[in-house]
């Protein structure tokens, strides 16, 4: 008979894979490593994307004082549930009086962006689509470098695509805020 796993709590997994090397996510309890032993780091375009769209994000933001936008942070989404987004937006309101958080942050973000690699598939997309949403996520965006392409996902509504000549408008969640989605993955 197989020993019980240990299920982690958000914390332990703080305390327990804070400073290791790579990308790790808790999904129930249990630990997501990166992909092989060694971690890949993200390719030249992804990081560009990644960059492109937080700064975009990030100055719009700061100039409309909305909130703030992150890179790579993990969200406690629910107990047991740690998601790292490459790029997401937290409302004003949201964010605790004494400030950031030195860990995760205590909750979801109001917008989740992931880049999407091209090792990633589509069952793993889906299921953090769904995690981001479930947990009370407003948006999530997926941005494919490869074909210059935006997804949206927006609770409550059906899914969006959008083409590298269309308008991606921040809606309610980002009034005023729009960009052209060829620009999030120009060098």
């Not at 409302?91 to 109001?110: H, M, S, T, W």
Request: aromatic share 10%; glycine share 10%.
């Amino acid at each position: 008979m197989a020993a019980p796993r240990t299920l982690l709590t958000a914390d332990d997994f703080y305390r327990e894979y804070s400073g290791k090397e790579g990308k790790y996510e808790l999904v129930n309890g249990e630990v997501i490593p990166p992909e092989g032993i060694t971690p890949m780091p993200p390719g030249a375009q992804h990081s560009n994307t990644q960059l492109e769209t937080g700064s975009r994000l990030r100055t719009f933001t700061r100039q409309h004082r909305l909130g703030t936008v992150l890179t790579e942070c993990g969200f406690v989404l629910r107990p047991g549930m740690v998601r790292l987004p490459d790029v997401a937006f937290v409302r004003q309101a949201l964010i605790p009086q004494e400030g950031l958080p030195v860990g995760f942050f205590p909750g979801p973000p109001d917008l989740a962006i992931e880049v999407v690699s091209p090792s990633d598939t589509a069952a793993e997309l889906e299921e953090k689509v769904h995690d981001y949403l479930e947990s009370g996520v407003a948006q999530v965006w997926l941005l494919y470098p490869s074909g210059q392409r935006v997804h949206v996902y927006t609770q409550g509504k059906a899914s969006v695509w959008y083409s590298a000549g269309d308008t991606l408008p921040g809606g309610d969640l980002l009034p005023g805020f729009s960009v052209l989605v060829g620009d999030l993955f120009a060098p």
